[in-house]
């Protein structure tokens, strides 16, 4: 399914990533965001992030994403909580930004680092990103446990165990300095919003057979070893100075 597809059934998510407007906050406690940071989202989604962070705490900040409906609908946000002074929207390839962004004090990559290859690219496009002392918060899948069916372990190539996340952070010369875990009820009430995305589609086509399979395909991942296997967590980094 090409990303257009995708988007269209994720886009009514009030967060692209099986996690709460709550735990966002709590992240962004940790991490220290305030009116002085300026916070580059890395694949931004729909703006809900910033949109949250720049309300609650009067930062400034910049979202990239390479899908345009995306870009839209986190500008279209944006005007509609007045936040149009802090917050913008730019579409691009965030591994690879044509105009790099400076003076970004809080990086965020939340459920995007396969944009980036995987866990290890992102935490180095975070720290790329990153003026001196920066902090930054990656939310990512982890495996709960290093016991994975290989079969299982095939379908989800760049998730890691926390244990290696940790190893990947010091490599790119970061500190952890918090956890924000998302619980299981979360991460059932994030797979069920997209499934009825699904099921809403197939109401009004049920001859897509491409919805039908995604959706088939997705239940089966994550009752067959998604939930027994698979957490969300955003860990919160802080760089060195």
């Given at each position: 399914?090409?990303?257009?597809?995708?988007?269209?059934?994720?886009?009514?998510?009030?967060?692209?990533?099986?996690?709460?407007?709550?735990?966002?906050?709590?992240?962004?406690?940790?991490?220290?965001?305030?009116?002085?940071?300026?916070?580059?989202?890395?694949?931004?989604?729909?703006?809900?992030?910033?949109?949250?962070?720049?309300?609650?705490?009067?930062?400034?900040?910049?979202?990239?994403?390479?899908?345009?409906?995306?870009?839209?609908?986190?500008?279209?946000?944006?005007?509609?909580?007045?936040?149009?002074?802090?917050?913008?929207?730019?579409?691009?390839?965030?591994a690879d930004p044509a105009d790099p962004v400076s003076g970004v004090t809080v990086a965020l990559c939340l459920g995007s680092a396969s944009a980036f290859g995987g866990i290890e690219g992102a935490v180095g496009?975070?720290?790329?990103?990153?003026?001196?002392?920066?902090?930054?918060?990656?939310?990512?899948?982890?495996?709960?446990?290093?016991?994975?069916?290989?079969?299982?372990?095939?379908?989800?190539?760049?998730?890691?165990?926390?244990?290696?996340?940790?190893?990947?952070?010091?490599?790119?010369?970061?500190?952890?300095?918090?956890?924000?875990?998302?619980?299981?009820?979360?991460?059932?009430?994030?797979?069920?919003?997209?499934?009825?995305?699904?099921?809403?589609?197939?109401?009004?086509?049920?001859?897509?057979?491409?919805?039908?399979?995604?959706?088939?395909?997705?239940?089966?991942?994550?009752?067959?070893?998604?939930?027994?296997?698979?957490?969300?967590?955003?860990?919160?980094?802080?760089?060195?100075?």
């Open positions: 399914m090409d990303d257009v597809r995708l988007w269209e059934l994720q886009a009514d998510l009030t967060l692209m990533n099986p996690t709460t407007p709550d735990r966002v906050f709590s992240a962004a406690r940790i991490v220290g965001v305030s009116a002085e940071d300026f916070v580059l989202d890395l694949g931004c989604g729909n703006g809900t992030v910033l949109a949250l962070l720049a309300d609650a705490f009067g930062c400034r900040g910049l979202g990239i994403d390479c899908r345009p409906e995306a870009v839209l609908a986190g500008r279209a946000l944006a005007k509609s909580r007045g936040l149009e002074d802090r917050i913008a929207f730019r579409c691009g390839d965030a496009a975070l720290r790329a990103s990153l003026e001196a002392g920066g902090r930054a918060v990656l939310g990512e899948r982890y495996w709960r446990t290093e016991r994975v069916p290989p079969e299982f372990a095939r379908d989800f190539a760049d998730c890691v165990t926390e244990y290696e996340l940790l190893g990947i952070v010091r490599e790119h010369g970061f500190a952890l300095t918090g956890i924000v875990r998302s619980t299981e009820g979360e991460f059932d009430a994030y797979e069920s919003g997209i499934w009825a995305a699904c099921r809403e589609r197939l109401a009004h086509a049920p001859d897509d057979l491409e919805v039908r399979t995604y959706l088939e395909r997705l239940q089966d991942e994550y009752l067959g070893y998604g939930r027994e296997y698979v957490g969300w967590a955003m860990y919160i980094l802080s760089g060195p100075e």
